[in-house]
């Protein structure tokens, strides 16, 4: 028995002890079969009125405890997704990356300021660039997001006037990506044809010794950014409420 079901027995045997004492007693000095009856009836009441608080306390108490453990069951869901991403990123880099190279990636999502930037990535920790943001038709990232489909950057063949006027890039951004040689930009799909991010590959060599215009580079990055979108979804990570942009 929980201690709230104690309370309300408790509170019922002690009006209905009160009712029968009064019953027995009140008569012996003059009371009348009305005024006993309302002495009942105040403990009816009273009893009544605290079963009622006592249940309305203990339902805003289960509610409170629901809450609080929705909120850690998604906080865990949350944390062994992103885990998954991470995971997911590093075999991406091992199977597509060359060893004699530094091949990075990382997974873009839009932020409040409607632009792409980094949430999750492997081999980037101590990289400049990591907090690097592009805005629609910026650079690989941006292309892949405004065209809705793989881009692929071979940036050594391609001058500064050229990042700046083809790919949409600031001198900022360029001189960021200073290390990065090529680049490989695949949109994430939501169910819908709802585009909620970019799966992003680079390395340190031209495309002519990463290969990451390779088709099988390119299919396994296609793969890759669907397990992403699964992931994404079931850790409630991002929400379809806010989409980058349909299709």
Request: hydrophobic residues 50%; proline residues 3%; contains cysteine.
């Given at each position: 028995?929980?201690?709230?079901?104690?309370?309300?027995?408790?509170?019922?045997?002690?009006?209905?002890?009160?009712?029968?004492?009064?019953?027995?007693?009140?008569?012996?000095?003059?009371?009348?079969?009305?005024?006993?009856?309302?002495?009942?009836?105040?403990?009816?009441?009273?009893?009544?009125?605290?079963?009622?608080?006592q249940v309305s306390s203990t339902t805003r108490d289960l509610r409170e405890e629901l809450e609080r453990t929705r909120a850690e069951l998604k906080e865990t869901n949350a944390t062994l997704c992103r885990a998954a991403i991470d995971t997911l990123l590093s075999q991406f880099v091992k199977i597509a990356g060359r060893g004699w190279l530094i091949t990075r990636s990382?997974?873009?999502?839009?932020?409040?300021?409607?632009?792409?930037?980094?949430?999750?990535?492997?081999?980037?920790?101590?990289?400049?660039?990591?907090?690097?943001?592009?805005?629609?038709?910026?650079?690989?990232?941006?292309?892949?997001?405004?065209?809705?489909?793989?881009?692929?950057?071979?940036?050594?063949?391609?001058?500064?006037?050229?990042?700046?006027?083809?790919?949409?890039?600031?001198?900022?951004?360029?001189?960021?990506?200073?290390?990065?040689?090529?680049?490989?930009?695949?949109?994430?799909?939501?169910?819908?044809?709802?585009?909620?991010?970019?799966?992003?590959?680079?390395?340190?060599?031209?495309?002519?010794?990463?290969?990451?215009?390779?088709?099988?580079?390119?299919?396994?990055?296609?793969?890759?950014?669907?397990?992403?979108?699964?992931?994404?979804?079931?850790?409630?990570?991002?929400?379809?409420?806010?989409?980058?942009?349909?299709?």
């Amino acid at each position: 028995m929980t201690r709230q079901a104690v309370v309300i027995v408790a509170a019922l045997a002690v009006a209905w002890i009160v009712a029968a004492a009064a019953g027995n007693f009140l008569p012996q000095i003059g009371f009348s079969i009305v005024a006993l009856a309302a002495v009942v009836l105040v403990g009816i009441l009273m009893t009544a009125a605290a079963t009622v608080r006592q249940v309305s306390s203990t339902t805003r108490d289960l509610r409170e405890e629901l809450e609080r453990t929705r909120a850690e069951l998604k906080e865990t869901n949350a944390t062994l997704c992103r885990a998954a991403i991470d995971t997911l990123l590093s075999q991406f880099v091992k199977i597509a990356g060359r060893g004699w190279l530094i091949t990075r990636s990382s997974v873009f999502l839009i932020g409040d300021d409607e632009r792409l930037q980094i949430v999750q990535h492997h081999n980037m920790l101590a990289a400049p660039d990591r907090s690097i943001k592009f805005g629609k038709y910026q650079g690989c990232v941006g292309q892949a997001w405004g065209r809705k489909e793989q881009i692929v950057g071979n940036l050594p063949a391609a001058s500064d006037v050229e990042l700046s006027t083809a790919w949409g890039l600031t001198p900022e951004q360029i001189a960021l990506n200073g290390n990065v040689k090529s680049i490989l930009s695949t949109p994430i799909w939501f169910p819908g044809d709802v585009i909620v991010g970019i799966l992003n590959i680079d390395s340190d060599g031209p495309l002519a010794t990463s290969g990451l215009d390779q088709a099988e580079v390119m299919n396994l990055a296609a793969q890759t950014a669907e397990i992403l979108a699964g992931l994404l979804e079931l850790g409630e990570i991002i929400s379809t409420d806010r989409p980058m942009e349909r299709s």
